[in-house]
Protein backbone atom coordinates (compact mmCIF):
# COMPACT_ATOMS: atom_id res chain seq x y z
CA UNK A 1 0.00 0.00 0.00
CA UNK A 2 0.94 3.30 -0.95
CA UNK A 3 1.96 5.87 2.28
CA UNK A 4 -0.92 6.02 4.45
CA UNK A 5 -0.74 9.51 3.66
CA UNK A 6 -0.60 10.71 0.35
CA UNK A 7 0.00 14.27 1.04
CA UNK A 8 -2.58 16.55 -1.13
CA UNK A 9 -1.26 19.09 -3.04
CA UNK A 10 0.92 21.81 -1.27
CA UNK A 11 2.28 25.38 -1.86
CA UNK A 12 5.77 24.98 -3.30
CA UNK A 13 7.62 26.40 0.08
CA UNK A 14 11.37 27.64 -0.63
CA UNK A 15 14.12 25.19 0.80
CA UNK A 16 14.38 27.58 4.41
CA UNK A 17 10.63 27.04 4.87
CA UNK A 18 10.72 23.29 4.11
CA UNK A 19 13.31 22.44 6.60
CA UNK A 20 11.70 24.83 8.91
CA UNK A 21 8.66 22.94 8.09
CA UNK A 22 9.81 19.48 8.24
CA UNK A 23 11.44 20.17 11.94
CA UNK A 24 8.09 21.38 13.33
CA UNK A 25 5.90 18.10 11.86
CA UNK A 26 8.97 15.97 13.91
CA UNK A 27 8.21 17.55 16.63
CA UNK A 28 4.42 16.69 16.48
CA UNK A 29 4.95 13.91 15.40
CA UNK A 30 7.21 12.89 18.52
CA UNK A 31 4.85 14.56 21.29
CA UNK A 32 2.47 11.57 19.83
CA UNK A 33 5.08 9.52 19.09
CA UNK A 34 6.09 9.71 22.48
CA UNK A 35 3.00 10.14 24.20
CA UNK A 36 0.97 6.95 22.52
CA UNK A 37 4.19 5.36 23.76
CA UNK A 38 3.39 6.18 27.43
CA UNK A 39 -0.22 5.13 27.46
CA UNK A 40 0.36 1.82 25.90
CA UNK A 41 3.22 0.93 28.95
CA UNK A 42 -0.02 0.89 30.71
CA UNK A 43 -1.71 -2.06 28.47
CA UNK A 44 -2.26 -4.69 30.64
CA UNK A 45 -2.32 -2.86 33.71
CA UNK A 46 -4.80 -0.26 33.84
CA UNK A 47 -6.72 0.15 37.34
CA UNK A 48 -9.80 -1.37 35.99
CA UNK A 49 -10.70 -3.26 32.32
CA UNK A 50 -12.22 -0.30 30.68
CA UNK A 51 -9.73 2.09 31.19
CA UNK A 52 -7.02 -0.20 30.17
CA UNK A 53 -9.19 -0.25 26.81
CA UNK A 54 -9.29 3.88 26.68
CA UNK A 55 -5.97 4.20 26.97
CA UNK A 56 -4.95 1.83 24.74
CA UNK A 57 -7.65 3.18 22.53
CA UNK A 58 -5.93 6.73 23.02
CA UNK A 59 -2.60 5.35 22.11
CA UNK A 60 -3.44 3.91 19.16
CA UNK A 61 -5.58 7.07 17.87
CA UNK A 62 -2.56 9.03 18.76
CA UNK A 63 0.19 6.41 17.10
CA UNK A 64 -1.88 7.25 13.92
CA UNK A 65 -1.53 10.94 13.96
CA UNK A 66 2.21 9.94 14.44
CA UNK A 67 2.28 7.38 11.49
CA UNK A 68 0.49 10.45 9.07
CA UNK A 69 2.93 13.05 10.17
CA UNK A 70 5.99 11.52 9.47
CA UNK A 71 5.08 10.32 6.80
CA UNK A 72 4.60 13.79 5.76
CA UNK A 73 7.82 14.98 7.39
CA UNK A 74 9.74 12.28 5.09
CA UNK A 75 8.41 13.54 2.11
CA UNK A 76 8.82 17.09 2.84
CA UNK A 77 12.80 16.06 3.75
CA UNK A 78 12.84 14.10 0.43
CA UNK A 79 16.31 12.53 0.97
CA UNK A 80 14.58 8.61 1.27
CA UNK A 81 14.26 8.25 5.22
CA UNK A 82 11.02 6.85 5.76
CA UNK A 83 8.71 7.12 8.88
CA UNK A 84 10.13 4.29 10.38
CA UNK A 85 13.72 6.02 10.15
CA UNK A 86 12.48 8.68 12.02
CA UNK A 87 10.32 7.29 14.81
CA UNK A 88 13.27 4.36 15.69
CA UNK A 89 16.88 5.69 14.19
CA UNK A 90 17.39 9.11 15.97
CA UNK A 91 19.36 9.38 18.99
CA UNK A 92 17.26 11.27 22.00
CA UNK A 93 19.07 14.81 21.75
CA UNK A 94 17.33 14.77 17.99
CA UNK A 95 13.93 14.62 19.49
CA UNK A 96 11.56 17.37 19.87
CA UNK A 97 8.51 16.34 21.77
CA UNK A 98 7.73 18.61 24.87
CA UNK A 99 9.03 17.39 28.53
CA UNK A 100 5.45 16.50 29.31
CA UNK A 101 4.85 13.69 27.01
CA UNK A 102 7.79 11.58 28.13
CA UNK A 103 7.32 11.76 31.94
CA UNK A 104 6.68 8.94 33.55
CA UNK A 105 3.18 7.50 34.05
CA UNK A 106 3.33 7.13 37.49
CA UNK A 107 -0.09 6.20 39.49
CA UNK A 108 -3.50 6.72 37.32
CA UNK A 109 -4.04 10.62 38.77
CA UNK A 110 -0.69 11.50 36.91
CA UNK A 111 -1.74 10.01 33.80
CA UNK A 112 -4.72 11.95 33.88
CA UNK A 113 -3.02 14.91 34.56
CA UNK A 114 -0.56 14.75 32.08
CA UNK A 115 -3.10 13.38 29.35
CA UNK A 116 -5.68 16.24 30.16
CA UNK A 117 -2.73 19.05 29.86
CA UNK A 118 -1.86 17.86 26.22
CA UNK A 119 -5.23 16.90 25.17
CA UNK A 120 -6.22 20.76 26.14
CA UNK A 121 -3.75 22.12 24.15
CA UNK A 122 -4.00 19.40 21.51
CA UNK A 123 -7.94 19.80 20.66
CA UNK A 124 -7.63 23.56 20.67
CA UNK A 125 -4.31 23.40 18.20
CA UNK A 126 -5.81 20.79 16.08
CA UNK A 127 -9.14 22.85 15.93
CA UNK A 128 -7.18 25.85 14.73
CA UNK A 129 -4.54 23.74 12.54
CA UNK A 130 -7.39 22.97 10.11
CA UNK A 131 -7.16 26.23 9.17
CA UNK A 132 -3.64 25.92 7.49
CA UNK A 133 -2.92 26.89 4.24
CA UNK A 134 -0.80 23.70 3.71
CA UNK A 135 -3.03 21.26 3.06
CA UNK A 136 -1.30 17.93 4.18
CA UNK A 137 -1.27 19.93 8.04
CA UNK A 138 -5.07 20.98 7.43
CA UNK A 139 -6.23 17.36 6.42
CA UNK A 140 -4.49 15.60 9.47
CA UNK A 141 -5.41 18.19 11.80
CA UNK A 142 -9.21 17.35 10.47
CA UNK A 143 -8.73 13.74 10.69
CA UNK A 144 -7.12 13.78 14.41
CA UNK A 145 -9.40 16.96 16.03
CA UNK A 146 -12.51 14.28 16.09
CA UNK A 147 -10.35 12.13 18.02
CA UNK A 148 -8.82 14.35 20.29
CA UNK A 149 -12.69 15.49 21.13
CA UNK A 150 -12.94 12.40 22.77
CA UNK A 151 -9.73 12.06 24.60
CA UNK A 152 -10.43 15.62 26.26
CA UNK A 153 -13.46 14.21 27.24
CA UNK A 154 -12.12 11.70 28.79
CA UNK A 155 -8.95 13.15 30.44
CA UNK A 156 -11.36 16.21 31.58
CA UNK A 157 -13.83 13.94 33.06
CA UNK A 158 -11.26 12.00 35.02
CA UNK A 159 -9.79 15.07 36.31
CA UNK A 160 -13.50 15.92 38.02
CA UNK A 161 -13.79 12.46 38.94
CA UNK A 162 -10.90 12.36 40.92
CA UNK A 163 -10.61 15.95 42.47
CA UNK A 164 -14.37 15.72 43.73
CA UNK A 165 -13.93 11.84 44.89
CA UNK A 166 -12.30 10.37 48.08
CA UNK A 167 -9.99 11.70 50.04
CA UNK A 168 -7.06 9.14 48.81
CA UNK A 169 -8.07 10.60 44.89
CA UNK A 170 -7.79 14.20 45.85
CA UNK A 171 -4.46 13.42 47.29
CA UNK A 172 -3.05 11.51 44.23
CA UNK A 173 -4.57 13.96 41.99
CA UNK A 174 -2.80 17.28 43.93
CA UNK A 175 0.06 15.82 44.30
CA UNK A 176 0.49 15.15 40.42
CA UNK A 177 -1.23 18.68 39.61
CA UNK A 178 1.88 19.87 41.48
CA UNK A 179 4.70 17.20 39.86
CA UNK A 180 3.27 18.07 36.11
CA UNK A 181 1.87 21.72 36.02
CA UNK A 182 5.64 23.07 35.49
CA UNK A 183 5.63 21.40 31.98
CA UNK A 184 2.57 22.84 30.81
CA UNK A 185 3.57 26.19 29.59
CA UNK A 186 6.02 24.58 27.25
CA UNK A 187 3.21 23.73 25.21
CA UNK A 188 2.43 26.96 24.05
CA UNK A 189 5.95 28.91 24.43
CA UNK A 190 6.95 29.10 20.84
CA UNK A 191 10.53 27.58 19.89
CA UNK A 192 12.13 30.58 16.97
CA UNK A 193 10.66 27.08 14.80
CA UNK A 194 7.98 27.91 16.04
CA UNK A 195 7.61 31.67 15.64
CA UNK A 196 8.84 31.25 12.13
CA UNK A 197 5.58 29.39 11.09
CA UNK A 198 3.48 31.63 13.44
CA UNK A 199 4.61 34.35 11.53
CA UNK A 200 4.18 32.57 7.92
CA UNK A 201 1.00 32.12 9.06
CA UNK A 202 1.31 28.03 8.20
CA UNK A 203 0.36 27.12 11.85
CA UNK A 204 -1.94 28.85 14.28
CA UNK A 205 -0.59 31.55 17.05
CA UNK A 206 -0.27 30.37 20.63
CA UNK A 207 -1.47 33.10 22.23
CA UNK A 208 -4.87 32.74 20.19
CA UNK A 209 -5.14 29.22 22.04
CA UNK A 210 -4.54 30.49 25.55
CA UNK A 211 -7.89 31.65 26.87
CA UNK A 212 -9.68 28.88 25.33
CA UNK A 213 -7.58 26.44 26.97
CA UNK A 214 -7.23 28.90 30.40
CA UNK A 215 -11.35 29.05 30.22
CA UNK A 216 -11.74 25.25 29.79
CA UNK A 217 -9.09 24.11 32.65
CA UNK A 218 -10.88 26.80 35.00
CA UNK A 219 -14.45 25.06 34.08
CA UNK A 220 -13.03 21.58 34.64
CA UNK A 221 -11.04 22.69 37.89
CA UNK A 222 -13.67 24.80 39.08
CA UNK A 223 -16.48 21.22 39.18
CA UNK A 224 -13.43 19.22 40.66
CA UNK A 225 -13.19 21.52 43.30
CA UNK A 226 -9.14 21.88 42.82
CA UNK A 227 -7.32 25.20 42.96
CA UNK A 228 -5.84 25.90 39.03
CA UNK A 229 -2.01 26.28 40.03
CA UNK A 230 -1.21 30.02 39.27
CA UNK A 231 2.51 31.42 38.70
CA UNK A 232 4.59 28.46 38.25
CA UNK A 233 7.11 28.87 36.07
CA UNK A 234 7.40 26.81 33.18
CA UNK A 235 10.62 24.01 32.87
CA UNK A 236 11.54 24.28 29.15
CA UNK A 237 13.72 22.31 26.79
CA UNK A 238 12.31 19.47 25.05
CA UNK A 239 10.99 21.44 21.85
CA UNK A 240 14.66 22.10 21.63
CA UNK A 241 16.11 18.81 22.01
CA UNK A 242 16.72 19.21 26.04
CA UNK A 243 15.88 16.09 27.29
CA UNK A 244 15.29 14.45 30.49
CA UNK A 245 16.50 11.29 31.44
CA UNK A 246 13.34 9.74 31.00
CA UNK A 247 13.64 10.19 27.50
CA UNK A 248 16.90 7.69 27.10
CA UNK A 249 15.01 4.96 28.91
CA UNK A 250 11.74 5.38 27.25
CA UNK A 251 13.78 5.17 23.81
CA UNK A 252 15.73 2.87 24.71
CA UNK A 253 12.66 0.02 24.78
CA UNK A 254 11.13 2.13 21.73
CA UNK A 255 14.18 1.42 19.34
CA UNK A 256 15.25 -1.68 20.88
CA UNK A 257 13.88 -3.88 17.63
CA UNK A 258 14.67 -1.89 15.24
CA UNK A 259 18.53 -1.22 16.34
CA UNK A 260 19.04 -4.69 17.25
CA UNK A 261 17.83 -6.06 13.91
CA UNK A 262 18.15 -3.43 11.27
CA UNK A 263 16.06 -3.47 8.20
CA UNK A 264 13.82 -5.77 9.98
CA UNK A 265 10.35 -6.38 7.99
CA UNK A 266 7.62 -7.87 9.76
CA UNK B 1 -5.29 -8.61 -18.72
CA UNK B 2 -7.31 -11.97 -18.77
CA UNK B 3 -10.63 -12.55 -21.32
CA UNK B 4 -12.74 -12.08 -18.35
CA UNK B 5 -12.48 -8.00 -18.08
CA UNK B 6 -13.73 -5.51 -20.38
CA UNK B 7 -12.19 -3.66 -22.38
CA UNK B 8 -13.47 -0.23 -21.88
CA UNK B 9 -12.39 1.46 -19.13
CA UNK B 10 -16.01 3.01 -17.81
CA UNK B 11 -17.17 -0.68 -17.92
CA UNK B 12 -14.48 -1.82 -15.66
CA UNK B 13 -14.69 1.36 -13.42
CA UNK B 14 -18.65 -0.83 -12.57
CA UNK B 15 -17.03 -4.08 -12.65
CA UNK B 16 -14.18 -3.02 -9.97
CA UNK B 17 -17.38 -1.12 -7.47
CA UNK B 18 -18.86 -4.47 -8.25
CA UNK B 19 -15.84 -6.74 -6.86
CA UNK B 20 -14.67 -4.37 -4.02
CA UNK B 21 -18.54 -4.84 -2.49
CA UNK B 22 -16.58 -8.63 -1.75
CA UNK B 23 -14.12 -6.74 0.60
CA UNK B 24 -15.33 -7.06 3.84
CA UNK B 25 -13.76 -4.99 7.42
CA UNK B 26 -11.87 -7.62 9.06
CA UNK B 27 -13.25 -6.43 12.20
CA UNK B 28 -16.81 -6.86 11.20
CA UNK B 29 -17.26 -9.50 8.34
CA UNK B 30 -20.94 -8.21 7.64
CA UNK B 31 -19.66 -4.99 6.82
CA UNK B 32 -17.86 -4.45 3.02
CA UNK B 33 -15.74 -1.41 2.76
CA UNK B 34 -18.33 0.10 0.40
CA UNK B 35 -21.21 -0.38 3.26
CA UNK B 36 -18.34 1.79 5.51
CA UNK B 37 -17.87 4.56 3.28
CA UNK B 38 -14.47 4.27 2.83
CA UNK B 39 -13.61 3.86 -0.79
CA UNK B 40 -13.64 7.34 -2.05
CA UNK B 41 -12.69 7.04 -5.78
CA UNK B 42 -12.07 4.22 -8.36
CA UNK B 43 -10.59 5.69 -11.53
CA UNK B 44 -9.08 3.91 -14.67
CA UNK B 45 -6.65 5.22 -17.14
CA UNK B 46 -5.91 2.44 -19.49
CA UNK B 47 -3.81 -0.09 -17.79
CA UNK B 48 -3.94 1.57 -14.67
CA UNK B 49 -6.21 1.35 -11.27
CA UNK B 50 -6.53 3.54 -8.87
CA UNK B 51 -8.50 3.33 -5.97
CA UNK B 52 -8.52 5.96 -3.15
CA UNK B 53 -9.38 4.67 0.79
CA UNK B 54 -9.85 6.61 3.62
CA UNK B 55 -9.02 5.93 7.00
CA UNK B 56 -12.19 5.94 9.77
CA UNK B 57 -9.76 6.87 12.80
CA UNK B 58 -6.46 7.32 12.20
CA UNK B 59 -4.66 4.44 13.92
CA UNK B 60 -7.46 2.09 12.16
CA UNK B 61 -5.22 -1.29 12.18
CA UNK B 62 -7.46 -2.79 9.69
CA UNK B 63 -6.48 -0.60 6.83
CA UNK B 64 -3.83 -2.67 5.99
CA UNK B 65 -5.23 -5.38 5.79
CA UNK B 66 -8.57 -3.91 3.45
CA UNK B 67 -5.80 -2.55 1.12
CA UNK B 68 -4.44 -6.33 0.86
CA UNK B 69 -7.82 -7.36 0.81
CA UNK B 70 -8.86 -5.06 -2.14
CA UNK B 71 -5.33 -6.24 -4.59
CA UNK B 72 -6.07 -10.11 -3.87
CA UNK B 73 -10.07 -9.44 -4.82
CA UNK B 74 -8.89 -7.27 -8.17
CA UNK B 75 -5.93 -9.98 -8.93
CA UNK B 76 -8.45 -12.99 -8.81
CA UNK B 77 -10.30 -11.05 -12.08
CA UNK B 78 -6.82 -10.60 -13.34
CA UNK B 79 -6.64 -6.46 -12.68
CA UNK B 80 -2.79 -6.41 -11.35
CA UNK B 81 -1.52 -2.81 -12.13
CA UNK B 82 -3.67 -1.68 -8.46
CA UNK B 83 -2.65 1.80 -6.85
CA UNK B 84 -4.42 2.36 -3.54
CA UNK B 85 -4.12 5.93 -2.52
CA UNK B 86 -5.06 7.08 1.36
CA UNK B 87 -6.58 10.70 1.54
CA UNK B 88 -7.50 12.08 4.80
CA UNK B 89 -9.18 14.73 3.72
CA UNK B 90 -12.67 15.25 3.79
CA UNK B 91 -12.15 13.02 6.91
CA UNK B 92 -14.63 9.95 7.34
CA UNK B 93 -17.60 10.22 9.69
CA UNK B 94 -20.11 7.42 10.21
CA UNK B 95 -22.70 9.83 8.06
CA UNK B 96 -20.81 7.87 5.38
CA UNK B 97 -22.66 4.57 6.32
CA UNK B 98 -25.03 3.03 4.04
CA UNK B 99 -28.60 2.40 5.17
CA UNK B 100 -27.92 -0.92 4.62
CA UNK B 101 -24.56 -0.91 6.39
CA UNK B 102 -26.57 0.23 9.77
CA UNK B 103 -29.29 -2.23 8.92
CA UNK B 104 -26.43 -5.19 9.23
CA UNK B 105 -24.55 -3.72 11.97
CA UNK B 106 -27.75 -4.16 14.26
CA UNK B 107 -28.12 -7.78 13.08
CA UNK B 108 -24.85 -8.76 13.72
CA UNK B 109 -25.54 -7.57 17.29
CA UNK B 110 -23.51 -4.01 17.39
CA UNK B 111 -25.44 -0.82 17.86
CA UNK B 112 -25.50 1.71 14.46
CA UNK B 113 -24.21 5.29 15.04
CA UNK B 114 -27.09 7.36 16.33
CA UNK B 115 -26.55 10.90 15.40
CA UNK B 116 -23.99 11.68 13.28
CA UNK B 117 -23.94 15.68 13.62
CA UNK B 118 -21.03 17.76 14.57
CA UNK B 119 -18.70 16.44 17.10
CA UNK B 120 -19.44 20.08 19.56
CA UNK B 121 -21.65 17.83 21.70
CA UNK B 122 -18.70 15.61 22.55
CA UNK B 123 -17.31 17.87 24.91
CA UNK B 124 -20.15 18.09 27.00
CA UNK B 125 -18.73 16.52 30.48
CA UNK B 126 -20.89 14.12 31.79
CA UNK B 127 -23.60 14.83 29.67
CA UNK B 128 -26.23 12.90 28.73
CA UNK B 129 -25.09 10.06 26.66
CA UNK B 130 -26.54 8.99 23.87
CA UNK B 131 -29.25 6.41 24.03
CA UNK B 132 -28.60 3.59 22.30
CA UNK B 133 -31.37 0.83 21.87
CA UNK B 134 -30.26 -2.67 22.80
CA UNK B 135 -29.63 -4.37 19.49
CA UNK B 136 -30.31 -7.93 21.25
CA UNK B 137 -33.54 -7.09 22.93
CA UNK B 138 -34.24 -3.83 21.55
CA UNK B 139 -34.75 -2.31 24.86
CA UNK B 140 -34.59 1.59 25.60
CA UNK B 141 -32.78 0.71 28.99
CA UNK B 142 -28.98 0.61 28.17
CA UNK B 143 -26.06 2.47 29.99
CA UNK B 144 -22.49 3.81 28.35
CA UNK B 145 -19.74 1.59 30.45
CA UNK B 146 -16.72 3.21 28.45
CA UNK B 147 -16.44 5.53 24.96
CA UNK B 148 -13.89 3.33 24.77
CA UNK B 149 -14.57 -0.55 23.45
CA UNK B 150 -12.91 -3.04 21.47
CA UNK B 151 -11.68 -1.30 18.68
CA UNK B 152 -11.56 2.49 17.97
CA UNK B 153 -14.89 2.91 16.17
CA UNK B 154 -16.77 1.06 18.80
CA UNK B 155 -17.77 2.29 22.78
CA UNK B 156 -19.12 -0.66 25.27
CA UNK B 157 -22.86 0.00 26.49
CA UNK B 158 -24.98 -2.27 28.71
CA UNK B 159 -28.49 -3.48 28.73
CA UNK B 160 -29.97 -3.24 32.19
CA UNK B 161 -33.03 -5.52 31.07
CA UNK B 162 -31.27 -8.41 29.45
CA UNK B 163 -27.98 -7.41 31.13
CA UNK B 164 -25.67 -8.57 28.23
CA UNK B 165 -22.81 -6.09 27.05
CA UNK B 166 -23.29 -4.77 23.66
CA UNK B 167 -20.70 -2.55 21.39
CA UNK B 168 -22.39 0.68 20.13
CA UNK B 169 -20.46 2.15 16.45
CA UNK B 170 -19.64 5.70 17.68
CA UNK B 171 -20.76 8.42 15.76
CA UNK B 172 -17.80 10.12 14.41
Known amino acids: ?266 | MTNKLIANDQQLTTTIWQLLENVSDPEVPVLSILDLGIVRDVRVAGEEVHITITPTYSGCPAMNTIATEIRLQLLAEGIQNVTIHNQLSPAWTTAWLSQAGREKLAAYGIAPPQNDTATGHMLKLFGQDTAVPCPLCQSANTHLVSQFGSTACKALYQCDDCHEPFDYFKCH
Not at chain 1, 48 to 58: G, K, Y
Not at chain 1, 196 to 210: N, T
Not at chain 1, 256 to 265: E, H, S, V
Open chain 1, 1 to 266: MQAASDAPAHPTYSPEVRHLLFDYVVQLADTSLVLGHRLSEWCGHGPVLEQDLAMANIALDLLGETRSLYQYAAELEGQGRTEDDLAFLRVATDYRNPLLVEQPNGDFAHTVVRQFLFDNFHYHFLQRLQASPDAALAAIAEKSVKEAAYHLKWSAEWIIRLGDGTEESRQRIEKAIHKLWRYAGELTTPTPTEQALQDLGIIPQYSDLQSSMAAYTAQVFAEATLPVPQNVPSQLGGKQGRHSEYLGYLLAELQYMQRTYPGLKW
